[in-house]
């Protein structure tokens, strides 16, 4: 069976989502495939007996995310279906979280720094890399750039901030991606998060294309003005296609890449993330969302949120909801073992934070083998070259082009992919 196709783009998270919307804008004719069964990709929410599980992402900055906030506004979704959470972070330390963690009140009470650190800490957010160009700020691994300051800067904010959220180890990882973001992000108790679930901004833009998911792509094959796209016993024929899958996975799918392709592909490794979702019959009390625990606290647990208090629609009336995410060190072990083992080995370490997860009534456990790119030095070294190379039927979208971990990225990509494709291959019909 074979179907002729414009554009194909392959992975319904918000960059290839973003890609679509982009190229369908500009009159081209896109279909998008995804494997798996709803839209979202790293930003998919399950929803089970009331509970909105956010499986990848769990909030959007008010500030820094201008293409977010202007393709929202052309979706029709406004600000009062994103929320501010209006709730601060914290760092665990010494026995219990202090709160005020990437936030201003943070050099004021701490937020888990000494002193010094503190001080330090206003020498760190002088550092601003470009957002979009990360590459240009040589500044090194997260501990390399860390090891200038006060032994706290790396063990009570770097480390766990970057294992919490990306599920980065510091020694591997950039820092300017990290403090790109930063910068673009502002203080937490700024962001909001989407009121009916992370998915939210997938599923609005997923609503006017065509998509069909369930559809596992096993192959992209340029040919000689168009490519195929290999799917089990299936071949469908498209002018071009946009490949919006994490690196590793663009890398297998991608066959015959150009060399400049692969070795970007093959330096831009991907972090795990394991998460485990407790449904709770009463709501935990917290001042703050989310707890970071550093490794020099734990070495299993890296972040704990209270879902109930980023957001009341998270659980039902009364009832809370607590994610659970594996340090780094652990989550690798974590990916192949059954959902009642990594219950065991989250909440076995996660009690002495949070002693209410033991009246779960449920748990649901997540996982991204491809969560993040890891943004190491290679990777940063080779995207400058990347993002500079000719335009090809084989387009790439998702935040790893850019190495900074976020869905503003995404879109981004998504946006600059669309724009690469139509440099070559205009509209051949009306806008739509």
């Known amino acids: 069976m074979s179907a002729e196709e414009d554009v194909v783009v ?246 015959d890449a150009p060399a400049q392709d692969a070795e970007f592909l093959a330096a831009t490794t991907f972090t795990p993330v394991v998460k485990a979702h407790f449904m709770l019959p009463t709501r935990p009390a917290s001042r703050s969302y989310a707890i970071v625990v550093p490794d020099a606290e734990d070495r299993v647990v890296s972040t704990l949120i209270l879902d109930h208090v980023k957001h009341p629609g998270r659980a039902p009336a009364g009832r809370g909801l607590v994610t659970v995410m594996a340090n780094p060190a652990v989550a690798p072990g974590l990916l192949d073992a059954t959902d009642a083992e990594v219950t065991a080995v989250l909440s076995g370490a996660a009690l002495r934070f949070l002693p209410a997860l033991r009246t779960a009534t449920g748990v649901l456990v997540t996982r991204f083998r491809d969560a993040l790119p890891e943004a190491t030095p290679r990777a940063l070294a080779l995207r400058a070259a990347f993002s500079t190379r000719p335009v090809t039927p084989v387009e790439y979208a998702g935040d790893w082009t850019g190495l900074v971990p976020c869905s503003e990225a995404a879109v981004r990509s998504g946006q600059r992919a669309a724009a690469r494709l139509l440099s070559t291959h205009p509209a051949r019909r009306e806008p739509v």
């Open 10 to 255: 392959i992975g319904a998270g918000v960059a290839g989502l973003a890609a679509a919307h982009a190229l369908r804008l500009a009159g081209r004719s896109v279909r998008v495939l995804e494997a798996a069964d709803a839209v979202g990709g790293r930003m998919r929410t399950l929803r089970t007996g009331g509970f909105l599980v956010d499986t990848g992402a769990e909030q959007v900055p008010e500030r820094g995310y201008p293409a977010t906030w202007e393709l929202l506004g052309q979706l029709g979704v406004d600000r009062a279906a994103v929320p501010r959470i209006g709730r601060h972070l914290a760092v665990w330390r010494g026995g219990r979280a202090r709160p005020g963690l990437a936030h201003p009140r943070g050099l004021l009470t701490g937020a888990g720094l000494s002193p010094r650190a503190r001080l330090d800490l206003l020498r760190v957010l002088r550092v601003r890399p470009h957002f979009d160009h990360p590459e240009r700020a040589v500044l090194g691994t997260v501990a390399e750039f860390a090891g200038a300051f006060h032994p706290d800067v790396l063990d009570y904010l770097c480390q766990p901030v970057v294992s919490g959220f990306f599920g980065w180890r510091p020694e591997r990882s950039a820092a300017a991606p990290l403090l790109a973001l930063l910068a673009a992000a502002g203080p937490a108790n700024t962001w909001r998060t989407y009121r009916d679930g992370m998915d939210t901004f997938a599923r609005a833009l997923a609503a006017s294309l065509d998509v069909t998911t369930g559809v596992r792509v096993d192959g992209v094959v340029p040919e000689s003005g168009s490519v195929v796209v290999l799917c089990g016993d299936d071949r469908i024929r498209a002018r071009q296609v946009v490949l919006a899958v994490p690196a590793p996975v663009a890398r297998v799918l991608h066959l």
